[in-house]
């Protein structure tokens, strides 16, 4: 396509504007497009990190990728080499349907497959939740173990505690069977 | 004209009219965080009817966030490509958004210090922007405006891989801090090769002027976080911290070694360069870049009679052609321009009287 322009020089930018409903294109060479002041449109985009971890995708595991290709997000459809040739994903649902090729990519790029950051105030909570959980049965274990009874007995009511505030959420771990029968039946006694 | 350019174009009580740490040497900081809304396609796969309401939808919850209280949330579609462009160069948009405005929009702040795209590549990107060195700030500015938005909307996030992003190079934290920085003393040493390896080595990107992909334009990097899986943000944020003040450090030596080694010739290019700044008839914005930073080196040295950090950084946003033709109010060639720009900075850079 030809520069809108100049109609000399083969179009390199080109710009969708909508107004009113009506769809302006612009299709401008790089003289006519520096000249528009669009120059900083033009510096940009050949070493993104998108670019680099779609050539590592390709590049590092071109069988796997071969073998892979076809398979699809069962939610929006993306399939895997459409992917690869995107460098981006379709829906959120993808990471679970391309979960084994993703997370080989993942561990090169970012040397984890586990996130440790922020998490949204429920989902937080939830996490926060769990290690408390985690927290405190541990420590019950650990007090039914020194038969530290009356301790135990305190704890197995800030984990009941936690578990009914939990109501309506992802149900917690339930404490090992033989730590709350020992602990129930001994609390309050001479430990 | 959509954008309300009367209130834009004057810098009083925006973020980048202020002042910041080590502002000699970082222009300014910027924290963003990409966050997809759950049971959707992300943008560059979602149908348009999917796009437009999710458009809808997040104007309507990011009226609602206490730092847009008298904001407009503007549809790109309703902006000229020059207002675009004047969005790009005022760092409030990416490429991506001035190319191609369909479903897409955005809000900032009146000090213009935070911001939210919608459809961008992810669904919301919240930036939030600082003068000088100010991760911590910007981080929290920016994930205020992120807690206020969850009450109002499902994010897209897995236990495992945190919050999901449409390119996997985002996803975990979503976020990417970046530093705006100055290091004409190791470009003139011929060690900011070196120094950058060494960046790029402990997982930093850097970047030209106007980010991803983009060319390095008087000796200004930007150096930014790649990685945000398996990491909290404050571990990101403190390593990038830390390098940021090594690299300034080696800039600091390399500024002694040029001192010592090429005083006269480095103050007589500051002094050169100010001359042409004030004196051109004709000036491009590029050539405006390469002036400004040379100027800049003379400041951080210490020289007299010199303007100062803020005029230099007012000057590099207010020359550039998207500013020039929206002051103007018209449309200009670049020939225009580049007078107009000579003009404008003379007048700028002019001695009290």
């Known amino acids: ?191 | 004209m959509n954008l309300p350019v009367a209130e834009m174009v004057p810098a009083d009580g925006k973020w980048f009219a202020g002042t910041g740490p080590l502002q000699d040497a970082i222009l300014s900081t910027r924290v963003r965080l990409a966050r997809n809304l759950r049971g959707h396609r992300f943008p560059p796969k979602a149908l348009p009817e999917e796009s437009n309401r999710i458009l809808q939808r997040a104007a309507g919850c990011l009226r609602q966030v206490p730092e847009f209280e008298r904001a407009t949330f503007h549809a790109m579609e309703e902006l000229s490509t020059l207002e675009r462009q004047f969005l790009l160069e005022r760092h409030l948009i990416s490429h991506d958004l001035a190319r191609d405005g369909r479903h897409r929009g955005l809000i900032f702040s009146a000090d213009e210090s935070v911001g939210v795209m919608v459809n961008e590549e992810d669904h919301l990107r919240i930036q939030a922007l600082a003068p000088g060195f100010q991760l911590d700030q910007c981080f929290t500015a920016a994930t205020r405006i992120d807690d206020r938005l969850e009450g109002d909307l499902e994010y897209a996030f897995s236990e495992d891989l945190g919050y999901l992003t449409a390119c996997p190079t985002n996803v975990g934290t979503g976020m990417r801090a970046s530093v705006l920085i100055h290091l004409p003393a190791l470009v003139l040493t011929r060690r900011i090769k070196k120094v950058l390896t060494g960046v790029n080595q402990v997982g930093l990107a850097v970047r030209g002027f106007y980010g991803e992909g983009t060319d390095v334009l008087g000796n200004f990097f930007q150096i930014s976080n790649q990685l945000t899986l398996g990491e909290k943000e404050s571990q990101t944020l403190l390593s990038l911290e830390r390098v940021i003040h090594q690299v300034l450090e080696y800039e600091e030596k390399a500024r002694e070694v040029l001192l010592k080694d090429a005083g006269d010739q480095i103050r007589d290019k500051v002094v050169r360069a100010l001359g042409v700044l004030t004196h051109a008839y004709l000036l491009s914005s590029e050539e405006v870049i390469g002036l400004a930073s040379a100027v800049r080196l003379g400041v951080t040295l210490g020289m007299p009679g010199l303007p100062d950090a803020r005029t230099l950084h007012a000057l590099l946003l207010y020359s550039q052609p998207g500013h020039l033709q929206i002051a103007a109010g018209a449309e200009m060639t670049s020939r225009e321009r580049n007078a107009m720009r000579a003009r404008w900075i003379q007048e700028r850079l002019a001695p009290p009287r």
Request: net charge negative.
């Open chain 1, 1 to 191: 396509m030809k520069c809108q322009i100049c109609s000399q020089a083969e179009a390199i930018v080109h710009i969708k504007e909508v107004r009113d409903d009506r769809v302006n294109e612009l299709h401008l060479c790089e003289k006519c497009a520096r000249e528009k002041g669009f120059h900083s449109m033009l510096d940009q985009g050949k070493a993104s990190l998108a670019n680099q971890f779609i050539w590592m995708a390709e590049n590092l595991y071109p069988d796997a990728t071969a073998k892979v290709g076809h398979i699809q997000c069962a939610t929006c459809g993306l399939t895997y080499s459409d992917f690869v040739q995107s460098g981006r994903l379709g829906c959120p649902d993808c990471y679970t349907h391309f979960g084994p090729q993703l997370k080989q990519i993942l561990r090169r790029v970012h040397g984890s497959v586990r996130h440790v950051g922020r998490a949204p105030g429920k989902d937080g909570e939830v996490f926060e939740r769990r290690q408390k959980a985690q927290r405190l049965h541990e420590e019950l274990e650990r007090a039914v173990e020194r038969e530290e009874y009356e301790r135990a007995a305190v704890l197995r009511d800030q984990i009941r505690l936690l578990e009914e505030s939990a109501a309506g959420s992802p149900p917690l771990s339930p404490p090992p069977e033989r730590v709350d029968e020992r602990a129930c039946g001994d609390a309050g006694g001479d430990a």
